[in-house]
């Protein structure tokens, strides 16, 4: 038997699916006001990590990048639609 891992379920092509999937997770995609704030949130640190803001430096480390902060954001949009589940 083949074990899947996590990663295999949903892979990171761009940060807008990232968000999207986080969004579906927590319950937000169908409640506007929550889902814009980390929504908002959301660009504004791929907007810090790309380097678009003055005085911020892009982030060019090979494995602290967007895409592993993406990942850790959706492994937590995980956990909390977890959590919720359990508390049902």
Known sequence: MNRRILS??????HPQD???EVLQCVGFEGNPQEG??????????LE??????????GCDTP???????AETFLCMGRLLSGARLAAT
Do not use: C
């Not at 810090?48 to 430096?57: C, E, K």
């Open 8 to 13: 295999d379920l949903f892979v990171i092509r």
């Open 48 to 57: 810090l990590y790309q380097g678009n803001w003055p005085n911020y430096a």
């Open 63 to 69: 494995y602290h990048d967007f895409a592993h902060a």
């Open 36 to 45: 814009l704030l980390v929504g908002k949130a959301f660009t504004l640190a």
């Open 18 to 20: 990232v968000l999207r």
